[in-house]
């Protein structure tokens, strides 16, 4: 094997080592209230896991407070969270001092490509990520998609997976990597060329330039100006459809404005078929998915009867996922792409609350929804497609040119 060394130096801080800082008996107040919180708040904490397993599995971790590390404590915490089993119930690293490799990796059938990373370390975008110290992709990525949060199946399992392998606490205290601010990863070019290059971590708070693989269609524009940069649409040339991103959420009121301007679209230009697309939507007001549902039911022009199309990926989650089920319902749309992240049926709408003494943020689910009468793991697209590679290396969307060659 070929080994370069190349340090990268980000910017320059001090690196602070996470160590136990809190006291004892504080740790064990905030357990308590870790338990008391779910049991009050979670619409059904013991849904899967029973309170007797729960209620053992937190003593073993109160009994480790004295030999344990802050975060190794919090890493405790999450693999129980894990064991409740929804998406929404979860703890957050959002008020802790994290670090993170400037990259960020997405799956390819078996491998990890390297899609968005530091302008120093441009020449490895694309690249497969095959080893971290010494450790093969596969077991590394196992042990990060054990303890990553807001994993409802093994879809968003995936997704979490690749969101937290830069963190780099978390790899050092899964024993992947032997330093917390330098790490050796190994990559394999697509001319099989396979080299070791150093990465030094970067704080959250730091400015990084990064380069990242990003794809469109040629037959799709971005208007230049949107009410919501996540929200917005625009036909689809060479047919007669019409294309609706549907990234973020709007506010009600927003999408009250956009959804009737749109409709007015589709019978000023007769639009005949419609592509929802909510692939990379992480969640928001489902009832303001339904509106823009609502306003679009107006839309006589539309070919209710097989010309529309809606889009989704494993990062379609929470209301998008809802919201997915049902304008397959509501709006007789064919679903395209790859199962959702988030399940049709069961716990949602997240709320936190934060423990007394550590300030650690726990998620936890308020409602059940029963989106879909049969339970699954995502919600199933009628027609399965997923991302290919050498289409996203090259900066196009498969998913969405095999939609328009049907409209064409």
Same mark, same amino acid.
């Given at each position: 094997?070929?080994?370069?060394?190349?340090?990268?130096?980000?910017?320059?801080?001090?690196?602070?080592?996470?160590?136990?800082?809190?006291?004892?008996?504080?740790?064990?107040?905030?357990?308590?209230?870790?338990?008391?919180?779910?049991?009050?708040?979670?619409?059904?904490?013991? =849904?899967?896991?029973?309170?007797?397993?729960?209620?053992?599995?937190?003593?073993?971790?109160?009994?480790?407070?004295?030999?344990?590390?802050?975060?190794?404590?919090?890493?405790?915490?999450?693999?129980?969270?894990?064991?409740?089993?929804?998406?929404?119930?979860?703890?957050?690293?959002?008020?802790?001092?994290?670090?993170?490799?400037?990259?960020?990796?997405?799956?390819?059938?078996?491998?990890?490509?390297?899609?968005?990373?530091?302008?120093?370390?441009?020449?490895?975008?694309?690249?497969?990520?095959?080893?971290?110290?010494?450790?093969?992709?596969?077991?590394?990525?196992?042990?990060?998609?054990?303890?990553?949060?807001?994993?409802?199946?093994?879809?968003?399992?995936?997704?979490?997976?690749?969101?937290?392998? /830069?963190?780099?606490?978390?790899?050092?205290?899964?024993?992947?990597?032997?330093?917390?601010?330098?790490?050796?990863?190994?990559?394999?070019?697509?001319?099989?060329?396979?080299?070791?290059?150093?990465?030094?971590?970067?704080?959250? =708070?730091?400015?990084?330039?990064?380069?990242?693989?990003?794809?469109?269609?040629?037959?799709?524009?971005?208007?230049?100006?949107?009410?919501?940069?996540?929200?917005?649409?625009?036909?689809?040339?060479?047919?007669?459809?019409?294309?609706?991103?549907?990234?973020?959420?709007?506010?009600?009121?927003?999408?009250?404005?956009?959804?009737? *301007?749109?409709?007015?679209?589709?019978?000023?230009? =007769?639009?005949?078929?419609?592509?929802?697309?909510?692939?990379?939507?992480?969640?928001?007001?489902?009832?303001?998915?339904?509106?823009?549902?609502?306003?679009? =039911?107006?839309?006589? /022009?539309?070919?209710?009867?097989?010309?529309?199309?809606?889009?989704?990926?494993?990062?379609?989650?929470?209301?998008?996922?809802?919201?997915?089920?049902?304008?397959?319902?509501?709006?007789?749309?064919?679903?395209?792409?790859?199962?959702?992240?988030?399940?049709?049926?069961?716990?949602?709408?997240?709320?936190?609350?934060?423990? /007394?003494?550590?300030?650690?943020?726990?998620?936890?689910?308020?409602?059940?929804?029963?989106?879909? *009468?049969?339970?699954?793991?995502?919600?199933? /697209?009628?027609?399965?497609?997923?991302?290919?590679?050498?289409?996203?290396?090259?900066?196009?969307?498969?998913?969405?040119?095999?939609?328009?060659?049907?409209?064409?």
């Amino acid at each position: 094997m070929k080994n370069i060394l190349v340090t990268l130096i980000v910017t320059a801080f001090a690196f602070q080592v996470l160590a136990q800082k809190m006291d004892n008996d504080l740790w064990q107040q905030d357990l308590e209230a870790y338990k008391t919180g779910l049991e009050q708040k979670h619409i059904d904490v013991y =849904n899967k896991i029973s309170d007797t397993e729960f209620d053992s599995e937190l003593e073993i971790i109160k009994s480790s407070i004295g030999n344990k590390t802050d975060f190794q404590l919090v890493m405790d915490l999450m693999r129980l969270t894990r064991k409740i089993g929804d998406g929404h119930t979860a703890i957050s690293l959002s008020n802790i001092e994290t670090h993170n490799f400037p990259f960020e990796i997405k799956q390819f059938g078996n491998d990890w490509r390297i899609v968005k990373i530091a302008q120093p370390l441009g020449h490895l975008l694309g690249t497969r990520l095959v080893a971290v110290d010494e450790t093969p992709i596969a077991i590394a990525a196992q042990k990060v998609g054990e303890v990553a949060q807001f994993v409802e199946n093994p879809h968003s399992k995936i997704i979490r997976t690749a969101q937290y392998f /830069p963190i780099s606490e978390l790899l050092f205290e899964l024993n992947l990597i032997k330093q917390k601010e330098k790490a050796p990863f190994t990559f394999k070019s697509d001319n099989g060329t396979v080299f070791t290059e150093t990465i030094t971590v970067s704080a959250n =708070n730091e400015p990084v330039e990064f380069t990242e693989l990003t794809i469109s269609v040629p037959e799709i524009e971005k208007p230049e100006e949107t009410l919501n940069p996540g929200f917005w649409y625009a036909p689809i040339s060479g047919t007669d459809a019409l294309y609706i991103h549907f990234e973020n959420y709007p506010t009600f009121e927003e999408m009250m404005q956009i959804a009737e *301007e749109m409709v007015g679209f589709i019978f000023q230009n =007769n639009i005949r078929k419609l592509v929802i697309d909510l692939r990379n939507n992480g969640g928001g007001d489902l009832y303001v998915g339904l509106v823009l549902a609502n306003a679009l =039911n107006l839309a006589d /022009p539309v070919d209710w009867k097989s010309g529309v199309y809606v889009l989704a990926d494993k990062v379609t989650f929470s209301a998008a996922t809802s919201n997915t089920a049902l304008f397959r319902e509501l709006l007789n749309a064919k679903i395209v792409g790859e199962p959702t992240g988030s399940n049709p049926t069961g716990f949602q709408d997240m709320d936190t609350f934060e423990l /007394p003494n550590s300030k650690l943020v726990v998620c936890y689910s308020k409602r059940l929804f029963r989106i879909q *009468e049969d339970f699954s793991e995502g919600v199933q /697209p009628d027609i399965p497609q997923t991302y290919e590679w050498e289409s996203f290396s090259q900066g196009n969307d498969n998913m969405l040119q095999w939609v328009i060659k049907k409209l064409q």
